[in-house]
């Protein structure tokens, strides 16, 4: 078993190794014929590929059981900025200057990346569910292969600048290569490309994190009132969306304190009604869902974020005899991480306080 893991983990780091070494020689490779064939650049090339490529080597080793978005933003962030250092030498002030631009380069670029990777997520998940045809999943990867893309030239654009800015440390105006200014035109003009693409992208799709409550009661009772479990917040307070609620049916909501604490009381007359409740938390790019919601909990019960087990007890209160009731409140970090935990069917209520066990269900999904 040890033997394995060893050699999975020696074919990881070579692989990772060959693929930084392979890019950032190139980029040394495209870098001297962008200074007119100048030598220095092949070899700072292969330089800053041997550097590089075993700083992200042993990065994503060690770090491989961390967040695999953290684990790459992380890498290339370090990695481009060791690049950067290497490529401005044997100046100190352009070795700050490119270490700069990698750094900045790294997150931005991987940041787009990763965006893009979410992005055709939800529009996978959004395009199955309203059943869209093979045009829309077509579009889907044209889109991430344009992210990609531009991921990659973001991060050149970043290093290509530092070295434009860095030239001119140097050199005068006249000295440095037209080539070179027409990258600097280039990298700017990307730049801004890529802030004005996210303004547009990230207003369209924010609040995409949230939570949920969804109670529904079918039995006929003349009136009822019940408390129910609401979604605590990591202060202990009651989120906002429980001011809100879309009601179906003849019924009133109102937040209340119990001898066990918050909650939910609804008041009414019973049969086919139903409370859906939501609320949005923003955008939580490369969250773990009990980063997102670290601390939340439903009231009048044993459950926090983050505990494990399959079930969990709540306390609910009824008036009188109610039927045929379901209970689900959930949470979902908005990439790819939701818990719910409900009812698993519809359940009666006796009059009274009773403790209810509900199913915790942790899922995963695209």
């Known amino acids: 078993m040890g033997a394995g893991i060893g050699t999975i983990l020696l074919l990881f780091f070579g692989m990772t190794f060959s693929s930084y070494f392979i890019v950032f020689t190139v980029f040394g490779v495209y870098m001297g ?23 992200a080597s042993l990065l994503r080793t060690f770090l491989i059981e961390t967040n695999g978005d ?23 002030r352009s070795m700050i200057l490119l270490a700069v631009s990698g750094v900045l380069g790294g997150m931005v670029g991987t940041g787009i990346y990763i965006f893009g990777k979410h992005l055709t997520y939800f529009l996978k998940d959004m395009g199955t569910q309203q059943q869209f045809g093979d045009i829309f999943f077509i579009a889907i990867i044209l889109i991430m292969l344009l992210l990609s893309l531009l991921a990659i030239a973001t991060a050149g654009a970043s290093l290509s600048l530092g070295m434009y800015i860095a030239g001119g440390m140097v050199c005068s105006k006249k000295e440095i290569p037209g080539s070179l200014k027409i990258i600097r035109n280039l990298s700017i ?50 989120l906002e969306m429980y001011e809100h609620p879309e009601v179906t049916g003849d019924i009133t909501t109102a937040i209340i304190d119990t001898k066990y604490g918050k909650a939910l009381k609804v008041s009414g007359s019973s049969g086919d009604v139903g409370i859906d409740i939501r609320q949005s938390h923003g955008i ?21 974020v983050g505990k494990k087990g399959q079930m969990t007890d709540i306390r609910i209160y009824s008036a009188v005899e109610v039927d045929n009731i ?41």
């Not at 990307?190 to 939570?211: G, N």
């Not at 818990?339 to 403790?355: A, F, K, M, P, R």
């Open 284 to 304: 939580q790019l490369g969250k773990q869902l009990e980063e997102v919601f670290d601390g939340f909990s439903v009231s009048m019960s044993d459950y926090t």
């Open 189 to 238: 003009g990307l730049i801004i490309l890529v802030l004005l693409f996210f303004t547009l992208m990230f207003s369209v799709i924010a609040d995409y994190a949230s939570s949920a409550t969804s109670i529904h009661v079918g039995s006929d009772t003349d009136e009822m009132t019940l408390y129910v479990p609401v979604w605590l917040d990591d202060k202990g307070n009651v």
């Open 33 to 55: 014929y962008i200074f007119e064939k100048e030598k220095e650049y092949f070899k700072l090339g292969a330089i800053a590929g041997i550097f590089s490529g075993g700083a």
């Open 326 to 366: 379901s209970i689900s409140l959930s949470l979902d970090n908005g990439w790819g991480e939701i818990v719910i935990i409900e009812t698993e069917q519809n359940i009666d209520l006796s009059e009274g306080w009773q403790e209810v066990k509900l199913s915790v269900s942790n899922l995963c999904y695209d």
């Open 70 to 92: 953290i684990t790459q933003i992380a890498t290339n962030m370090i990695v481009l900025g060791i690049a950067g250092l290497i490529f401005g030498l044997p100046k100190a």
